[in-house]
C-alpha cells in the first residue's frame, strides 16, 4: 500500500545501545519529520529533512541522528539509548515547501528503554 | 520560537453536548493553525486547518475560531458522539517555517459519556 510506514512498531531495548527506526514514505513528499510523543508534552519534533541529504534540528534533538540518502527513508538513530528516550516516536510527511498543509503520520514506533 | 498552549487536558461531556478546546499561540507571524485527532494508539490525523485570514471554518459538526489579535483559536464540536472520544492537539506555523514545521499543543482528551 502506498503511504507513511514506520518499523519496527514495538521495541524494547537496554541503557545504551543503539537503536534505529525507520521510517518509508511513498508519496515523494519532500519534507519528512521525526516527533515523540509523551504525556502531557503533545508532539515535540526532533529532526526533519527538507529533501535528501538535507537535514535540521527540531525542538529536542539531543541523542538523536538522522540521515537522508533517498527521498523515500528517513531514518531515525538513537546512538546511546536512555530512559528519558522512552516513548512512542512518529514519523511524518508533507509535501508543502513552508507555512501551511497537512502532516501525514506513520503509525507509530513504541520504544522501551529499560 | 513559537509556544503553543492547550485547554484543558481532559474534557468529559454527554453524547449530544458540545466541547470545546482552546489554544494560544505567542508567535505573531504565525498564519496556519491545524487540528489533529488522534484516536487511541492510531496515528494523529487532521481533522480541520484555518488560515489566518479567515476567522471561522466549518466542516459539519466540527468548527475552528481564530482571534488574531487575541492570539487564540478554538475546536468546537456539537452534537458529539461517542466516537469523538480521542485525543486533540492543535498546532500553528508560520510564512517561515519550512516545510510546514508544526508546533503542537499539549492536547486534550476528550470523553464522550453515552
Known amino acids: 500500500d502506498a503511504g507513511i510506514t514506520q518499523s519496527p512498531r514495538y521495541k524494547i531495548t537496554e541503557t545504551g545501545r543503539q537503536v534505529t527506526l525507520m521510517c518509508h514514505q511513498t508519496w515523494s513528499h519532500s519534507y519528512m519529520f521525526w516527533y515523540r510523543q509523551d504525556l502531557g508534552h503533545g508532539l515535540r519534533l526532533i529532526y526533519y529533512s527538507a529533501a535528501a541529504d538535507i537535514t535540521d534540528k527540531g525542538e529536542v534533538p539531543d541523542g538523536y541522528v538522522v540521515s537522508r540518502s533517498k527521498t523515500e527513508n528517513f531514518p531515525l538513530t538513537l546512538e546511546s539509548a536512555t530512559r528519558s528516550q522512552t516513548s512512542v516516536y512518529f514519523c511524518?510527511?508533507?509535501?508543502?515547501?513552508?507555512?501551511?498543509?497537512?502532516?501525514?503520520f506513520g503509525e507509530g514506533s513504541r520504544l522501551t528503554v529499560l | 520560537g513559537e509556544n503553543v498552549e492547550q485547554h484543558p487536558s481532559t474534557l468529559s461531556v454527554q453524547e449530544g453536548d458540545s466541547a470545546v478546546i482552546k489554544c494560544t499561540y505567542s508567535d505573531s507571524a504565525s498564519n496556519y493553525f491545524p487540528w489533529y485527532k488522534q484516536e487511541l494508539g492510531k496515528r494523529p490525523q487532521l481533522i480541520i486547518d484555518i488560515r489566518s485570514n479567515v476567522g471561522e471554518k466549518k466542516d459539519q459538526r466540527i468548527a475552528v475560531t481564530l482571534n488574531k489579535t487575541a492570539k487564540h483559536f478554538s475546536l468546537h464540536i456539537t452534537e458529539t458522539q461517542p466516537e469523538d472520544s480521542a485525543v486533540y492537539f492543535c498546532?500553528?506555523?508560520?510564512?517561515?517555517?519550512?516545510?510546514?514545521?508544526?508546533?503542537f499543543g499539549g492536547g486534550t482528551r476528550l470523553m464522550v459519556k453515552p
Open positions: 498546532a500553528a506555523t508560520g510564512p517561515n517555517n519550512a516545510g510546514n514545521m508544526l508546533t
Open positions: 511524518a510527511s508533507s509535501p508543502e515547501p513552508r507555512g501551511g498543509g497537512e502532516l501525514f
